[in-house]
């Protein structure tokens, strides 16, 4: 059996990379691997982890490219993709345009399509925009709907979707944690922070820039201010508009590190060692649970309730009081942080993508 697995950006490929050396594993899979390059250097830093080397490289980023051109440079290549290998199964990722776009080529040419981290919803299509309508649509093209969790089966079930296609999984990010989380992780801000209470940041949602960012950073440099034993690290967003306004909120401290991008060791390992997170981000959301650190989502909606209802997430919005007090109130009561530092991660053993992989053959053989 062929299956070729598409993905494009970095999280993609933290959480499908897994998945292929999963795959690859089986004597009964032929693996082929397609990026598109919707992130090109950032892929390539997680894939050189993992040892994946993609078979196609579509290559598709471009200077000041907008949601229209990924969508439609994608499909296009892809489908040349797809008339020479003619896989037998695709899978793609959650609810970047990337997947989105690979996975109608393979509807309109008649290939089935496993949607890996299915069933998520905020049910509001501009939070996340415009992720939450990708993932609706893989989802109604999908023959395989890979669950991460009871909440996204539910969700897939009240939308009438044929139970039989859906499987509850894990998140194979828990898997990847395995490969990249090292006890013995050394890094200069590390060394910086040694002493401190450290908190990661993580800002970039495009619905978010503007006002909202602002708010972000105004509470954020308030508490760092106020809380001597604090420091910060945020690795920053590539988009200009993102730095511009870091650079003026934030830049301004000694206390608080505004970095590159960071590659995905460095990454989770310097969250492994962090205090808390704050994000606006979709996967940490699921990450910083496994290691036992709480997160304020800087959002008004997720589409990963599980996170807080189980207590290791606390959904803040995007106003500056109640992202300062809620920071202020984990750096200061220990018994609300012990709360949400020891609350059970809902996504899973790390056994994701054998899940998947077993799922896979098993169909094969009826």
Same mark, same amino acid.
């Given at each position: 059996?062929?299956?070729?697995?598409?993905?494009?950006?970095?999280?993609?490929?933290?959480?499908?990379?897994?998945?292929?050396?999963?795959?690859?594993?089986r004597?009964?899979?032929?693996?082929?691997?397609?990026?598109?390059?919707?992130?090109e250097?950032?892929?390539?830093?997680?894939?050189?982890?993992?040892?994946?080397?993609?078979?196609?490289?579509?290559?598709?980023?471009?200077?000041?490219?907008d949601?229209?051109?990924?969508?439609?440079?994608?499909?296009?290549?892809?489908?040349?993709?797809?008339?020479?290998?003619?896989?037998?199964?695709?899978?793609?990722?959650?609810?970047?345009s990337?997947?989105?776009?690979?996975?109608?080529?393979?509807?309109?040419?008649?290939?089935?399509?496993g949607?890996?981290?299915?069933?998520?919803?905020?049910?509001?299509?501009?939070?996340?925009?415009?992720?939450?309508y990708?993932?609706?649509?893989?989802?109604?093209?999908?023959?395989?709907?890979?669950?991460?969790?009871?909440?996204?089966?539910e969700?897939?079930?009240?939308?009438?979707?044929?139970?039989?296609?859906?499987?509850?999984t894990?998140?194979?990010v828990i898997?990847?944690?395995?490969?990249?989380?090292s006890?013995?992780y050394?890094?200069?801000?590390?060394k910086?922070?040694?002493?401190s209470?450290?908190?990661?940041?993580?800002?970039h949602?495009r619905?978010?820039?503007g006002?909202?960012?602002?708010?972000?950073?105004?509470?954020?440099?308030r508490?760092?201010?106020?809380?001597?034993?604090?420091?910060?690290?945020?690795?920053i967003?590539?988009?200009?508009?993102?730095r511009?306004?870091?650079?003026?909120?934030?830049?301004?401290?000694?206390?608080?590190?505004?970095?590159?991008?960071?590659?995905?060791?460095?990454?989770?390992?310097?969250?492994? +060692?962090?205090? /808390? &997170?704050?994000t %606006?981000s979709g996967?940490?959301q *699921?990450e910083?649970? #496994?290691?036992? +650190?709480?997160? /304020? &989502?800087?959002? %008004?909606?997720?589409?990963?309730? *599980?996170?807080?209802? #189980?207590?290791?997430?606390?959904?803040?919005?995007?106003?500056?009081?109640?992202?300062?007090?809620?920071?202020c109130c984990?750096?200061?009561?220990k018994?609300?942080?012990?709360?949400?530092?020891?609350?059970?991660?809902?996504?899973g053993?790390?056994?994701a993508?054998?899940?998947?992989?077993?799922?896979?053959?098993?169909?094969?053989?009826?």
């Open positions: 059996m062929k299956i070729l697995l598409v993905f494009g950006t970095r999280p993609e490929a933290i959480k499908m990379c897994p998945v292929v050396n999963e795959l690859k594993g004597k009964n899979f032929q693996v082929v691997v397609c990026v598109t390059g919707q992130h250097e950032m892929l390539k830093q997680v894939m050189d982890i993992f040892h994946v080397i993609p078979e196609y490289n579509l290559h598709i980023m471009r200077e000041n490219q949601l229209v051109d990924i969508t439609t440079a994608v499909l296009i290549k892809m489908t040349e993709v797809l008339e020479k290998e003619k896989p037998d199964l695709a899978l793609v990722h959650g609810d970047t990337t997947a989105f776009s690979a996975a109608l080529s393979c509807f309109y040419k008649g290939i089935p399509v949607h890996v981290e299915a069933g998520l919803r905020t049910y509001n299509l501009e939070s996340p925009f415009p992720e939450e990708n993932r609706h649509a893989i989802d109604i093209m999908a023959r395989f709907l890979f669950a991460p969790t009871k909440s996204a089966y969700n897939l079930v009240q939308e009438h979707v044929n139970r039989e296609k859906i499987y509850i894990g998140n194979t898997d990847a944690l395995k490969t990249t989380v006890e013995n050394t890094h200069d801000i590390l910086w922070a040694q002493g209470k450290l908190v990661l940041l993580t800002a949602r619905e978010n820039i006002i909202s960012m602002e708010n972000m950073f105004k509470a954020i440099s508490a760092v201010e106020e809380h001597n034993e604090v420091k910060l690290i945020y690795p967003h590539m988009n200009p508009k993102v511009e306004l870091a650079k003026y909120y934030l830049g301004k401290s000694d206390r608080i590190k505004v970095v590159e991008p960071l590659d995905v060791l460095d990454f989770h390992n310097i969250m492994a +060692k962090s205090y /808390l &997170v704050l %606006d996967g940490i *699921e910083a649970p #496994a290691l036992g +650190k709480p997160v /304020l &989502v800087m959002r %008004d909606t997720t589409e990963r309730p *599980e996170g807080v209802e #189980a207590g290791t997430l606390k959904l803040v919005g995007t106003k500056e009081d109640r992202i300062y007090n809620s920071l984990l750096l200061e009561n018994a609300e942080y012990a709360k949400m530092a020891t609350a059970v991660n809902p996504y053993n790390g056994k993508s054998q899940y998947i992989a077993d799922i896979i053959e098993q169909n094969m053989e009826e």
